[in-house]
């Protein structure tokens, strides 16, 4: 009996063990060798959608480039709001991201992410860019469950971001949804027959 109830109980943990799907946004697309950038009005990778709100111009610095920072970066023109959310509309996470100074004047400054959340609430966190042309990693806290995260270029700053680590729920498969209900069922099983005894 100890054994039909553990595998009823496995059953069920297995199919809610749902893994998330982490994608990480590199931007390899925007590789290019020379010394003049792309300019652009919208980016998608991975199933997310990058969007800017100031002339809808999002940009990235080439190879030769004074601005380039070691990899493909996505920036966006002065006092933009950059946007990202998933094509498909769903949740997703963000657990880190690579920011490095774009055309700024010399000198460390502030960048704020927002996070907007499914229900209405956001979130948000501001990181540290010391000026240089150099990509730095930085951690994201409580950015779950997102509808869309968002930031600002300023006007004497601007930034470009890379390697964003996004992740959204795996939808469970119907074999995972079957593994569940006959654990379910299992133990409505193993209860009537206790209470029968």
Known sequence: MTFLRATAVAA???????HAQTTTIGFDALEHPGIFGSVFNSYSEGGYDFDSSFLGLLSSAHQSNFAYAGSAGLGATLLSTTTLS?????????SSISLADFVSLPGAYDVTFVGHQVGG????QTFSLDGSHTFSDYTFTGF????SASWKEGALHTFQVDNIAASVSAVPEPATYGMMLGGLGLLAFLRRRKNAA
């Open 86 to 94: 998933r094509t498909d509309g769903a949740a997703f996470s963000l």
């Open 121 to 124: 609430g956001t979130v948000s």
């Open 12 to 18: 069920i943990l297995a199919a809610g063990g749902a």
């Open 144 to 147: 779950n469950n997102l509808l």
